[in-house]
């Protein structure tokens, strides 16, 4: 698009349009056919994530989804009464349908996994284990653990065998032992709501902006040379880093406060790695990294002054 621009070497720059069109349409399919495999296992082993994606405080059958929306500020876990939204734009049946490829399925939200509460297809509840019979039962996955390692010091096979078998049939909620509260295992529902929907409208946008420079390549190349397609081209690089860091902040800020789903909060995972490993090994990295920058624009630079003097001397010459 910059040569477009400068009227510099546009055939060159229309067959790189060509090629980049085949290439970014490929990875964004891939991209879009990923993250669809991706909802299916958030939805079914990190169903707080999910709905914290959302802003999906009570779920249903045949969930819709949020295209758009301004979520309400004051609305807070454990809450049924204070509309989630202040502004949203949803499509029916959306939600479950991306959740488990089924548009009449249940998708529970964040009260819900709270409170325990499913739903069947007729409408039927089904209680499971809420959020606060969790916390008791890891503690007690907790203390069976303690039982166990106190038995194998004491070398007594018999008390080992009967903490192991309590073990295992709490270990499941481990991780809820360390939590207080069940609104500690909420995430920070706004920044993983407005970092998806970033996400998904960004990736939206690239779908389209690869499907207009394919089309431009094979059947409207004027529309490539136009002063505000070039404009849009260049200023869609940046559409790119937005799209993957909101990608990677849905990722990690909806997981918390998991290390390890249900296992390990990021409270009690702790590094027997010294800070000052860390400081060294940051540093170290900033350096080589700063290296190689500096050693890849002088290279760029001599390159692009060489080509500017070659051409100088042969209009000269000319």
Request: hydrophobic share 50%; with cysteine; aromatic share 12%.
């Amino acid at each position: 698009s910059w040569w477009i621009i400068r009227k510099r070497n546009v055939e060159m720059a229309l067959d790189s349009i060509k090629v980049a069109a085949w290439v970014g349409g490929a990875g964004i399919l891939v991209t879009l056919a990923t993250g669809d495999m991706s909802a299916i296992n958030v939805a079914r082993h990190q169903p707080m994530k999910l709905a914290a994606m959302e802003g999906l405080y009570r779920g249903s059958c045949g969930q819709e989804i949020v295209a758009a929306g301004i979520l309400n500020p004051d609305k807070k876990a454990g809450d049924d009464t204070t509309d989630p939204y202040l502004f949203d734009i949803s499509i029916p049946y959306g939600l479950s349908f991306l959740a488990t490829h089924d548009p009449h399925s249940f998708v529970p939200g964040i009260n819900d996994l709270i409170d325990g509460i499913e739903l069947t297809p007729e409408g039927d509840t089904i209680h499971t284990v809420s959020y606060a019979e969790r916390i008791v039962r890891g503690r007690q996955a907790h203390e069976a653990l303690r039982a166990y390692d106190a038995a194998a010091v004491a070398g007594d096979k018999e008390a080992m065998d009967a903490a192991l078998v309590d073990l295992k049939a709490d270990y499941p909620y481990f991780g809820y032992g360390y939590l207080d509260s069940p609104e500690e295992a909420v995430p920070p529902v706004a920044m993983t709501f407005y970092s998806f929907h970033i996400m998904v409208i960004a990736g939206g946008y690239l779908l389209l902006f690869f499907a207009f420079a394919f089309v431009g390549s094979y059947w409207r190349r004027q529309w490539l040379t136009h002063k505000w397609a070039c404009i849009v081209g260049m200023l869609s690089i940046v559409i790119v880093w937005i799209c993957s860091q909101a990608g990677w902040i849905t990722a990690e800020v909806g997981r918390q406060p998991w290390v390890i789903q249900d296992i390990l909060p990021t409270r009690a995972a702790i590094s027997d790695i010294a800070a000052s490993s860390v400081i060294t090994t940051f540093f170290m990295f900033a350096v080589v990294f700063t290296v190689l920058l500096i050693a890849e624009m002088s290279i760029m630079a001599t390159q692009i002054n060489k080509y500017s003097k070659e051409n100088i001397n042969e209009i000269a010459k000319s």
